[in-house]
């Protein structure tokens, strides 16, 4: 089984000054999939959609550090949200977006991304899905060993703009 297993035991958080930082979402994942259920909406965008658990996936340096959400099936279509507690602006402000994906089981025939979008409040959490606005996307897209880039796109008054990273 390919799995992506995203970690967001970083912060998204405005940041003015280092020592002036706030934290709008952490999750460790300390809670296991009963956390994950309660916490995260999966959406129903697609009849189809692959499931996600909590683990720390095939390979790791501390196991209890390296959980996150897993996709579980091949050549399925994810989708998870969660709210932030409390909205906020950056206006004036730099924004710091983070997360860690690591994709297990790479094969030649290995095509996925891992993206993390920041959406309006208004999103419908349970129909989520690749066409719902967001204001940031970003994250990794490989396609075996040719294609192996970080998608950076923000979308201000429904244009995106993209930029790419290629990392090869």
């Avoid at 550090?65 to 279509?77: E, I, N, P, V």
């Avoid at 993206?115 to 996307?137: R, V």
Wanted: one cysteine or more; proline letters at 2%; hydrophobic letters at 35%.
């Amino acid at each position: 089984m390919r799995s992506l297993i995203i970690c967001l035991t970083t912060s998204l958080g405005v940041v003015s000054t280092m020592t002036n930082a706030k934290t709008y979402l952490l999750d460790k994942f300390e809670g296991g999939e009963e956390e994950l259920k309660k916490n995260w909406v999966q959406s129903t965008w697609k009849d189809d959609m692959g499931k996600w658990d909590v683990s720390s996936g095939a390979w790791y340096g501390n196991e209890q550090a390296a959980r996150g959400m897993r996709t579980t099936q091949d050549a399925r279509f994810y989708a998870v949200s969660r709210r932030l507690e409390t909205p906020f602006s950056n206006e004036g402000k730099d924004l710091v977006v983070q997360f860690a994906t690591k994709n297990e089981k790479k094969e030649s025939s290995f095509c996925g991304g891992g993206y993390i979008k920041l959406m309006p409040s208004t999103t419908n959490q349970e129909k989520f899905g690749g066409e719902s606005p967001y204001h940031i996307m970003f994250g990794p897209d490989l396609c075996g060993y040719d294609v192996s880039r970080v998608h950076l796109i923000f979308s201000k008054d429904g244009e995106n703009m993209l930029n790419k990273m290629i990392l090869n």
